[in-house]
């Protein structure tokens, strides 16, 4: 079951761009303004919206870590914004002076890759602002772009209907003429990485004019190339499909269309599970939480509406009590009521529920609380609820971290997070131990690592940081 959560009407043209990171979303406009909203309340950040445009903003991203969003517009430019302070911390003007019609950044690094209306790429260090390389796809519009997990490899999208692969220095490895006929409108890696010990496989999605979402596999042999092979045609749509995102588990399948719909997809068997109706116009945009069972779809009629998936379809937060989310913190009452019931504590609820104690509340409570607002006499009916809060914020500290800041080896949050050769980002110590015992294999792909180089990511060390000092 999918119920409508809230729904945002601060712009004033068509919703071009929806894009979440852990605490925030970020829609984008034709009304040249970028709007910033918490993911927790979906209340807008006192900086927003970021006005810095000069027409239509196309396209907005979050970096990896959440400290900085892109945004690209027909002005021919992207800017880069701090989401501290809300500041341009980047302009960079693309090369030709084309509109930009979407961006996205490279996983583990500092690379920020422009795609343009004349068919150019550029991928940019954005924080030295130094253009690093471009290429071409020829007489044609880039509308689609989006990374691996790994961030070595990149799919884009054009209105010819081509989808191509490109390696971080835009080296062509493949392409796919054709694949949607009058125009491709997106496409979007699934997070999850597989390997059966010659090949590394993703999983990506695209969309377009034909009004097909299609599930390809792409098979990457490293030196020896990649290609990609069709797994699924969905046809729940009944018009041109102009957004898809996968769920951050992988196991869902999100897309938006101009027939007004958002359609939610088994994304493994390509089952249609879900058609919502709220839109009055073509939906243009969607995308999901990273950490919590949410759904954010932007639309030609100016709206954002955000969705929660209540049956635990998509188990990629900490699942209690039905609330799949990543901290206790966002709960509502009908959350704690869940979790009250789930730990044998089903005396409280209607106290919980006349007090409109929610996730917040709940992590607030003390004795004093207890005894005199709340008036629950049973010392033992406090003690075991106090115990169990505790227990809830212990396991917001172990399972509750955002999975980026886990070490792939160890599953624990990382204290010195190093990139390796293969992209992926790991605990010093784990790599280290993993390269000497390993001869020198990855433990994400299994195949060779080139170099046992291992470069400090700093900018995933102070997001870290900045996540533990804002916990209870």
């Known amino acids: 079951m999918v119920s409508l959560v809230c729904t945002l009407q601060g712009h004033r043209d068509d919703v071009n761009c929806c894009a979440f990171s852990v605490r925030l979303l970020a829609t984008c406009s034709t009304d040249k303004t970028v709007r910033v909203y918490s993911a927790a309340d979906f209340s807008e950040l006192p900086f927003s919206p970021l006005a810095g445009h000069g027409y239509g903003v196309h396209c907005c991203c979050f970096s990896p870590c959440g400290r900085y969003l892109a945004s690209c517009s027909t002005d021919a430019t992207t800017m880069v914004w701090s989401m501290e302070s809300g500041d341009i911390v980047a302009v960079l003007q693309h090369p030709g002076r084309s509109p930009v019609r979407v961006c996205a950044f490279a996983p583990g690094t500092s690379y920020l890759v422009s795609g343009a209306s004349d068919g150019s790429l550029a991928v940019w260090d954005f924080q030295s602002k130094a253009l690093l390389k471009t290429a071409t796809v020829g007489e044609t519009a880039v509308v689609a772009c989006s990374f691996t997990p790994c961030g070595q490899m990149m799919a884009t999208g054009s209105t010819y209907g081509d989808l191509r692969l490109w390696d971080l220095y835009l080296n062509q490895l493949h392409v796919v003429k054709n694949a949607h006929d009058l125009g491709v409108a997106c496409c979007h890696f699934a997070p999850q990485v597989q390997s059966d010990g010659q090949s590394v496989h993703f999983r990506l999605g695209s969309c377009g004019q034909d009004s097909l979402l299609k599930i390809w596999t792409v098979l990457w042999h490293g030196p020896a190339g990649c290609k990609l092979r069709l797994l699924h045609t969905l046809t729940g749509q009944s018009a041109p499909v102009l957004s898809c995102a996968f769920s951050a588990d992988g196991q869902l399948l999100v897309s938006g269309s101009v027939d007004k719909t958002v359609a939610v997809y088994d994304a493994h068997q390509g089952l249609l599970l879900y058609t919502l109706k709220q839109h009055e116009r073509y939906v243009t945009a969607c995308a999901f939480s990273p950490t919590a069972a949410l759904i954010a779809t932007g639309s030609m009629d100016k709206t954002v509406n955000v969705w929660r998936l209540l049956d635990g379809s998509s188990e990629h937060g900490r699942k209690s009590g039905g609330c799949v989310t990543l901290l206790a913190s966002d709960w509502s009452e009908d959350n704690v009521s869940a979790w009250l019931c789930e730990e044998g504590l089903e005396a409280l609820v209607s106290t919980f529920k006349a007090n409109n104690i929610d996730g917040v509340e709940l992590l607030?409570?003390?004795?004093?609380?207890?005894?005199?607002?709340?008036?629950?006499?049973?010392?033992?009916?406090?003690?075991?609820?106090?115990?169990?809060?505790?227990?809830?914020?212990?396991?917001?500290?172990?399972?509750?971290?955002?999975?980026?800041?886990?070490?792939?080896?160890?599953?624990?949050?990382?204290?010195?997070?190093?990139?390796?050769?293969?992209?992926?980002?790991?605990?010093?110590?784990?790599?280290?131990?993993?390269?000497?015992?390993?001869?020198?294999?990855?433990?994400?792909?299994?195949?060779?690592?080139?170099?046992?180089?291992?470069?400090?990511?700093?900018t995933l060390k102070m997001a870290i940081g900045r996540w533990k000092a804002s916990q209870p």
């Open 364 to 458: 607030g409570l003390t004795k004093e609380t207890l005894t005199a607002e709340l008036k629950v006499d049973s010392v033992g009916l406090r003690n075991k609820l106090l115990r169990k809060v505790e227990e809830l914020k212990m396991s917001m500290v172990c399972t509750g971290v955002p999975d980026e800041f886990l070490c792939p080896i160890t599953r624990e949050m990382m204290k010195d997070p190093v990139i390796a050769a293969d992209g992926y980002s790991y605990e010093r110590d784990a790599i280290e131990g993993w390269i000497s015992s390993r001869n020198r294999s990855s433990p994400m792909t299994n195949l060779p690592l080139q170099t046992t180089v291992l470069t400090p990511n700093r």
